[in-house]
């Protein structure tokens, strides 16, 4: 229960903050309320993954440091149920909690990062036709001089996907190029595919503006893609684990490494997070382990992006990769639920 309430909370601060974010930015002005709220779902359901083994710690260090305080735990030793029982029961929620995290890293993330970058790829379209209302002229300049680009769309339907009488002038480099049709329709991209309106019966008239001879030409359809290209550029973050576990490159092995470790992480926070909830209801230091908690968090989320840094650059090869980081974990797991070491906390307690 405390781990689903803290995964709420923390995934409802971030859809705000993402919200708010992208409000703040230009491309809201480019798309309609429901395609924002896909973004910001999409940019909430990437962030899962790290927010789920957040969520989990800061539950177990919560949960079971109110039983301490509550001295519940006291009453549970009594009855007989050991230490190991107590970890037993947090594995019992951590595993599946790792492997709901990893499946998210494996499978949901790839492909929320392409529906990501596909949207946002056609709000930033130089020639994005839901920006433009119909009736209208709309110009823009270009980087050169004498660049830029004037649209005119006589109407369009309620979606803003089906257009009639469309005039687009293009001035770039010398050369004038103008494009009128009588029909228009927006299609939606699909996976790997670039932004494109699909124009018909019209013509393209090209002026060079240099004496030499301009140009006509006349269509039945033809697809004028939106973007500069760029977006079919490789997007490490959105591609298949699979293909990603074939490559060679440093880059797609550090994506690779840290999309699989997610569900060892998930469990190692979480037994790593068992200690530092052990406090004494006689001396009220309940918040110096909270403090310890968070240091180690902040501790491990540094060191996970060193790693995953180190792979990339090449500074570290594919084995020992960020595995190091983990081993070291697991080491400092099992020697805070030592024995030993739990009889001298309880002592300097």
Known sequence: MPFTVIAVILSTLFSSFSSANFLAGAMSESLGVGAMLKVVLLKTVIALEVLMPISLYVAVVMGLGRLYRDQEISVLRSAGVSENRIIFAVLIV???????????????????????????AQAEAELNMDRFQAGRFYGSEGKGKGNGRVVYIQSKDGAGKQMKDVFHYMNKDGISEIIVAKEAYQQEPIAGQRPQIHLLDGSIYR????????????????????????????????????????????????????????????????????????????????????YGAAAVFAIYYILSGLAQTWVEQGTISRVPGVWWLYILMALFAFSLLSTGFRQKLFLRR
């Open 94 to 120: 951590a595993i599946p909690v790792g492997i709901a995290s990893g499946l998210l890293s494996v499978f949901v993330r790839p492909w929320a990062y392409e529906e990501s970058y596909m949207m946002s």
């Open 207 to 290: 002026l060079m503006h240099s004496g030499t001879k301009d140009t006509v030409v006349h269509f039945e359809k033809l697809v004028y893609f939106t973007d500069s290209g760029n977006i079919l550029n490789y997007r490490r973050k959105a591609t298949a684990t699979a293909a990603l576990m074939k490559s060679d490159q440093p880059r797609d092995i550090a994506e690779f490494q840290w999309r699989i470790s997610r569900p060892i992480a998930t469990i190692l926070l979480a037994l790593i997070a068992v200690p530092f909830s052990r406090t004494s209801p006689r001396q009220g230091k309940s918040e110096r382990s909270f």
